[in-house]
């Protein structure tokens, strides 16, 4: 299996120089050219597999120039301890017919875990398949959660280093406690004076900076983006899915080969992609209901089949979410029609901010599954505390943006079929909107509004976020914009 990028089907790399690229070479996002299959008896079979065993079938299939052996002990460095879950992703009952699978067992409390446990153990392998030599230094900039997913999954791994830009008074407390107080021997932080933009613009400079690429090349070292648009962030996210359902067969809700329904809190497109990725490679999905906080371009886009991102941008109590460019769709837009038209939504898209996909496309986006709700920061807090009081499941407002969206198109269908809320992240995460959402008072700092939580609901905390307020600081450079490239250089020079 061959991958070719989305603005070009010309091209044929495998899926190690995709992960190595990230993006490809046109700006386009690397894809399969055809998608592998699994087949019905192969689903069924995974009722009696434990999350291992699933994650290497699945990801043998998708990553097929890595070995057997490979994607074992990948699997088994990725989903290890640093997991509080045997079980990796639990799926528990909400009510009646709603499930939540619980993505936030992982090391950083949310489901970029899974992508960023495994990328790690791909990436430095993916270059020796590719004839690279080179240490593989990462660059991220972030707004809080994706910097400290980056550093956990990187931290320590052989062959790789990783170094993390983030706002200087631009994240939660806790946020900056998770990244500052992160071990490892490869890692380093940095505070930048400026917001989120001025940080990621620094990190962009950097990497189209060919003098810089020159001289870190004659050190051994070559620049690399753990971006959610990588190949090798999205493969292990497809196994999720398979997992969730053989659960609902291993269980006797359901038979192999009843459909279910999914509903994924959305962003950048990613996770909800991967669902898609599942369903066209053999697993029963009916629906696919994709799930917006008040940044509603998706929710829009999949009514009218026009994208439009020219639009107020709000900063909302599900942050993971506030997002007007969700990249990952031009997969999806791929998959549907062909790259020629995908070059020319996204030449339009970058000159004018919208394209329009048409009728006939967006019927089929329909007939594949899609379809998308949304709620505001009200509707959302409203949702938590609903669902809290009824049936005593505590969800974050992540999740909760999901569990609405379910119900939204529970009311218009009114189907028996079993829906599987994909829960993003631990609501200890995300605290002082936990609080508001069950009308809680606390003028504490973030970690004050953690124990408080904690008593209001009488749950303790993922070990992760109650041990961080005990932990030294290890980064405490706060630096300008415009020194990112001389701190990153002499960092990997080892100067
Ligand atoms: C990143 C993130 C999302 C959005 O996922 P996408 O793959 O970008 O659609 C949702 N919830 C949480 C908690 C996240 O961190």
Same mark, same amino acid.
Request: with cysteine; hydrophobic share 40%.
């Given at each position: 299996m ?17 992960i ?10 690397y894809?399969?050219h055809?998608?592998p ?7 069924s079979?995974?009722a009696?597999?434990?999350y291992?065993q699933?994650a290497? %079938?699945?990801?043998?299939? @998708? ?5 057997a ?10 989903y290890?301890?640093?997991f ?13 017919n ?10 950083t409390? /949310? ?8 990328l ?6 993916a ?12 660059l991220?900039?972030?707004s809080?959660?994706?910097?400290k997913?980056?550093?956990?999954g @990187?931290?320590?791994? !052989? ?10 008074g ?9 990244m500052? %107080?992160? /071990?490892?021997e490869?890692?380093?932080?940095f505070?930048?004076?400026? +917001?989120f933009d ?7 400079a ?5 003098e810089?690429?020159n001289?870190?090349?004659? +050190?051994?070292?070559?620049?690399s ?6 190949w ?8 999720? $899915?398979y ?27 990613? +996770? ?6 599942a ?6 999905? &009916? ?5 917006s906080?008040? &940044? +509603?371009?998706l929710?829009? @886009?999949?009514?009218?089949g ?5 639009r107020?941008?709000?900063? %909302?109590d599900?942050?993971s979410m ?6 990952n769709?031009e997969?999806?837009?791929y998959m ?6 995908v ?10 901010g919208?394209?329009?996909?048409g009728?006939?496309m967006? &019927? ?6 899609? *379809?998308?709700? @949304?709620?505001?920061d009200?509707?959302t807090a409203e %949702?938590?505390?609903?669902? $809290?009081?009824?049936?005593? $499941?505590?969800c ?9 969206a379910?119900?939204k198109y529970?009311e218009t ?8 809320? *994909? ?7 995300? /605290?002082p909107a ?5 009308? !809680?008072?606390?003028e504490?700092?973030?970690?004050e ?7 209001a609901?009488?749950?303790?905390s993922?070990?992760p976020l ?20 001389s !701190? ?5 020079k080892?100067?």
């Amino acid at each position: 299996m061959l991958f070719c990028s989305t603005r070009n089907s010309g091209i044929n790399v495998p899926s190690a120089h995709a992960i190595l690229n990230g993006l490809a070479d046109d700006g386009g996002l690397y894809i399969p050219h055809s998608m592998p299959c699994f087949s019905l008896e192969e689903v069924s079979q995974m009722a009696e597999y434990s999350y291992h065993q699933i994650a290497e %079938t699945v990801l043998a299939r @998708f990553l097929p120039d890595y070995t057997a052996d490979e994607l074992h002990s990948f699997v088994k460095n990725a989903y290890g301890k640093q997991f509080d879950s045997e079980e990796v992703a639990p799926l528990v009952n909400v009510k009646n017919n709603m499930w939540s699978l619980e993505l936030w067992h992982g090391p950083t409390c /949310a489901f970029k875990d899974f992508a960023l446990q495994m990328l790690p153990q791909l990436l430095p392998a993916a270059a020796k398949k590719c004839g690279e030599e080179k240490t593989v230094a990462i660059l991220v900039a972030t707004s809080g959660d994706t910097g400290k997913a980056a550093l956990e999954g @990187f931290a320590d791994v !052989e062959g790789t280093k990783i170094c993390v830009f983030y706002p200087h008074g631009g994240t939660s407390d806790i946020q900056r406690m998770q990244m500052v %107080t992160q /071990a490892g021997e490869n890692v380093n932080v940095f505070a930048v004076k400026g +917001n989120f933009d001025d940080t990621q613009n620094g990190v962009k400079a950097i990497f189209t900076d060919s003098e810089m690429e020159n001289e870190l090349a004659e +050190n051994g070292i070559m620049l690399s983006s753990a971006n959610s648009i990588n190949w090798g962030r999205l493969a292990p996210q497809i196994v999720y $899915y398979y997992w969730a359902y053989s659960r609902l067969v291993k269980s006797g809700t359901i038979k192999a080969g009843d459909k279910v329904d999914f509903c994924v809190p959305t962003g950048n497109f990613g +996770n909800i992609l991967a669902g898609y990725m599942a369903k066209k490679s053999g697993l029963p999905v &009916n629906r696919l209901v994709c799930a917006s906080n008040e &940044n +509603n371009v998706l929710t829009d @886009f999949l009514e009218t089949g026009i994208y439009d991102k020219n639009r107020t941008f709000h900063l %909302t109590d599900s942050p993971s979410m506030d997002i007007l460019i969700s990249s990952n769709l031009e997969r999806l837009l791929y998959m549907m029609s062909d790259d020629k038209t995908v070059k020319n939504w996204m030449k339009e898209l970058k000159d004018n901010g919208r394209y329009n996909i048409g009728t006939d496309m967006l &019927n089929r986006l329909h007939s594949e599954g899609f *379809v998308g709700y @949304f709620c505001d920061d009200i509707a959302t807090a409203e %949702t938590i505390k609903k669902i $809290y009081d009824e049936t005593g $499941y505590l969800c974050d407002t992540h999740t909760a943006v999901g569990v609405n969206a379910a119900q939204k198109y529970a009311e218009t269908e009114n189907s028996d079929i079993p829906m599987v809320v *994909v829960s993003t992240a631990s609501p200890f995460k995300f /605290a002082p909107a936990m609080l508001n959402a069950l009308g !809680e008072k606390c003028e504490g700092d973030d970690f004050e509004k953690l124990e408080k939580l904690e008593c209001a609901v009488k749950m303790k905390s993922p070990s992760p976020l109650s041990e961080l307020k005990n932990k030294q600081p290890r980064f405490e450079k706060v630096i300008e914009k415009n020194d990112m490239r001389s !701190e990153v250089l002499s960092w990997l020079k080892g100067r």
